[in-house]
Each structure stands twice: as C-alpha cells, then as structure tokens.
C-alpha cells in the first residue's frame, strides 16, 4: 500500500502545511480536494468493449499481473474518501503491478476479483491510479474494498474484464496472481531503464506528500525505475535517504563485455508516497541487474522488506 498512515507522517503533513506560506496554503486545499478524482473508478460492471484479444505485447512480454500485495487490513484511512474515491475509508488496500502500463479509459472496479482463502469472493469498492501517477508509472492500480482480513487472506486476484496496456495493444483479460500476504515485507515488482524524454531532470516534487514526485538532479546519465510491491518507507514512516540509496546496487554491463556493480549518486521519485523509486546513475552502459538488502524499509504495517532483486527491462 502507499498512503502513510501512522501518526509521525500524519503531524510532519499537518505541520508542514501551517508553515507554508498563505498563497501555497490555498494551492494546497485546491490540489488535495482535485488529487486522484480523475485517476479511480468505481464502476462495478466492465463497460469497455474492444476487439482486443492479444495477450503476448509485440516486445514478447506476456500480458501479466507481476506482483499483488494486501497491504492494508481495514486500514486506509479517512482521508482516502478524497484522495482515492469515495467510501474508501476503513477499507482494505492492494496495490496490483502490471507487466505493462494500463489504459486508464479501460479500467474499472468491475474488472477486478479477488478470491479469499476461504473462497470467498470480495467487495472492490474502487481501483485507482493513484498515488502512481507520475509519467511511466502507470502500471500499479490500487485496489481498494473488502476481500478479506488477517485470519481469511486474499489469495488470488484476476482480471475478468476487458483491461487494456496503455498503447492499447494487449488485454489482460484472464492474467491473475497469487497475492503476497498481509505479513510479508514489501519486494522489488519491477525494474525499467526510464527514457529519457521522462526525466525531467532537476523536478521538485509537489506541495501534497503525493500527485508527483522529485526527478533526478542535472548530471544523470541514466535512471533505473524501480517498483516495489508496496509502498516503502523506513521503519516509522519517514522517505528514504542516502541510507537506503547506498544500500541499492546496479549491475552494469560496460561496453558489451565487462560488469561493474555501483551504487546510484542519488535517488528521484521521493515525497509522493508512490511505490516507485527512480535509481539515479552517473555513468554509461546497460544496467543489468538491481538488488536491495533485507531488513531497511517497510510497507505502511511496519512489516521489514526482504532481501530483493530483480532483472532490469529496457522500457
């Protein structure tokens, strides 16, 4: 899950938000009450009709679900009535990342199940984009509803609908997943080297602790997007800092015959409580490989991530 729930987050915000400066204060008002409106559904029936039926993307990746992660048990809280949709509140969250980016048009609750351990199908009340939503990351949609509880866990998500990848050329119609369970720290879904026509390099992230986070700073000659089950901060709720940066390490293929692991020179994507970390590297070549020790961030339970890797896709 991604909304930081715990009370140290909760007064950082409040109190950043009374030193802040009149003009800033209202900007503030205005994009918390229009964040994520656009990003949610709650459509409880699929309404996309397409001929689409192809389930292998033409880059030779299957249509899949990477990762579904139960978050939070009866545990988003009261502010997600505005900032996911409404009725959000008190419910369970999922986040669910994808093999490829989605079409936002072709989304709605209704094309989401998710099974119980006991059998029992869920309530989606909605799924959203949010707080995902910088540019390249739509590929984590958050589910939120009632599909379960900590003695009877989601164990399967699927999709039943017709959900589209964002260029509109596979459906995911039928990718389904077993889902990581409520206990279990938060691993690396999915890494992407970042084009990039998608840097924007030298971005501050927005005034909300979501909608939009930080860029690399100028000097970058590479970004490695990194998605996490999960969101991750550390152990309290706090961003990550040059802490869990140095813990990072790239595998790098230099010149098409040696490798070099190396530590990226900084971190983007911070301060707005995504799943997304973007891997900031000063030097050339294909990075190959990430990999994060155990025990150093945590989903919104608190629960310590394990020790994680994974292979980096060209984008």
């Known amino acids: 899950m991604f909304l930081k729930t715990n009370p140290i987050f909760l007064l950082a915000l409040i109190l950043g938000y009374l030193l802040i400066s009149g003009c800033d204060k209202m900007q503030v ?5 229009n964040y994520g409106h656009d990003l949610a559904d709650s459509t409880q029936q699929d309404t996309t009709e397409t001929d689409v039926t192809a389930t292998r993307h033409p880059d030779g990746r299957q249509a899949a679900l ?6 939070l048990d009866d545990g988003l809280p009261r502010i997600a009535n505005k900032g996911i949709c409404e009725g959000a509140s008190g419910k369970d969250g999922m986040p669910v990342v994808f093999s490829h980016e989605i079409d936002l048009s072709s989304m709605q609750a209704g094309d989401f199940r998710v099974v119980s351990a006991s059998g ?16 390249g990351e739509s590929r984590t949609v958050l589910v939120v509803g009632q599909y379960g509880s900590i003695d009877d866990q989601p164990v ?32 690396i879904s999915w890494a992407e080297i970042v084009p990039e026509d998608q840097w924007d390099l030298g971005k501050s ?11 690399c700073p100028l000097g970058t000659r590479q970004v490695v997007r990194v998605t996490w089950a999960g969101g991750v901060t550390k152990p309290g709720g706090q961003e990550i800092d040059d802490n869990e940066r140095t813990a990072y390490r790239v595998t790098m293929s ?18 707005d409580g995504d799943n997304s970390h973007e891997l900031c590297l ?11 020790p155990a025990g150093l961030v945590t989903d919104p339970r608190e629960d310590l991530n394990p020790q994680t890797r994974a292979e980096v896709t060209v984008g």
């Open 29 to 33: 008002i205005i994009e918390a009450n």
């Open 66 to 71: 990477l990762s579904a992660f139960f978050g």
């Open 120 to 135: 029992a199908i869920g309530k989606i009340t909605c799924v959203t984009l949010a707080p995902a939503d910088d540019v």
């Open 156 to 187: 399967s998500v699927e999709i039943i609908g017709n959900l589209l990848s964002k260029n509109g050329q596979v459906n995911f119609r039928g990718a389904r997943n077993s889902v990581i369970a409520l206990e279990e720290g938060p691993t």
């Open 205 to 215: 992230s927005t005034l909300l602790p979501w909608g939009g986070g930080s860029a």
């Open 254 to 271: 230099v010149d098409g015959a040696s490798e070099i692991e190396l530590v990226p020179f900084a971190i983007g994507d911070l301060g």
């Open 282 to 292: 000063d030097r050339d070549g294909m990075p190959l490989i990430i990999e994060f």
